[in-house]
């Protein structure tokens, strides 16, 4: 597609439910990002995957949350047992470079997915 | 304190008018500087990056560091309402992927 793509747009859940959170990159991009963005505050960096590789997981919250992108495209955040405060916005991102090549910062975002945990 | 901090605004000026938006940084490890715009319910868009010290132009935005003062300005010239969005600043240390991020400002242009 022309963009990053992810769905749901919107996740409404009750405390306690599993949920999973779909990314579409850019195709052919190496590099796929997940942050979380609360309100009114910049994205936080959760994970950081090349290919199929998960390079980074230093973000991550909880052991909750996992990430997973087997095939080196398509990638999915699952958070488990869900909590008031995951309510957020959760964005992906990708970039045809490798971030280790030192232009990692050239990420292209989706719309991102908005989980409210009841 | 944050290692990079930014008025969350609104910042309200009127159509036409040259906008400053800017951030200030802790980390002088920090090598490169980005600006995304963010409109609602969208993600964040680049608009501009800069490694180290030094101006960059592209059309009517112009983008500055000065690492000497850990301080990084986006100007943006003949402002529409169509830049009526928020700015966040990102900064990375270099060949380091990870962003550190302002919490954005809220830019509003009155036509």
């Known amino acids: 597609g022309a963009g990053v793509s992810q769905s749901p747009r919107y996740k409404v859940a009750k405390r306690g439910q599993d949920v999973a959170l779909r990314c579409d990159p850019i195709?052919?991009?190496?590099?796929l990002f997940w942050y979380q963005q609360a309100l009114g505050q910049g994205p936080e960096f959760l994970t950081y995957?090349?290919?199929?590789?998960?390079?980074?997981k230093s973000g991550l919250p909880s052991d909750r949350f996992f990430a997973e992108r087997p095939e080196g495209s398509v990638s999915t955040l699952k958070i488990q047992r869900t909590q008031q405060e995951d309510s957020a916005v959760y964005l992906c991102?990708?970039?045809?470079?490798?971030?280790?090549?030192?232009?990692?910062?050239?990420?292209?975002f989706g719309p991102g997915t908005r989980l409210t945990v009841l | 304190q944050k290692e990079v901090e930014q008025d969350p605004g609104p910042l309200s000026v009127p159509e036409g008018a040259i906008v400053s938006l800017n951030c200030t940084y802790s980390?002088?490890?920090?090598?490169?500087f980005m600006w995304y715009r963010q409109y609602s319910r969208k993600g964040p868009e680049l608009l501009m990056y800069?490694?180290s010290s030094g101006n960059k132009e592209d059309g009517r935005f112009t983008a500055q560091v000065d690492k000497s003062s850990k301080y990084i300005s986006l100007f943006i010239r003949d402002s529409q309402p169509s830049d009526s969005a928020t700015y966040l600043c990102?900064?990375?240390?270099?060949?380091?992927?990870?962003?550190?991020w302002g919490a954005g400002t809220k830019l509003i242009i009155k036509p």
């Open positions: 991102a990708s970039s045809g470079e490798g971030a280790l090549s030192g232009r990692g910062y050239e990420q292209f």
């Open positions: 195709s052919g991009h190496v590099s």
């Open positions: 995957f090349q290919n199929e590789a998960q390079l980074d």
């Open positions: 980390n002088s490890a920090f090598q490169y």
């Open positions: 800069t490694y």
């Open positions: 990102a900064m990375s240390a270099r060949s380091n992927y990870q962003l550190i």
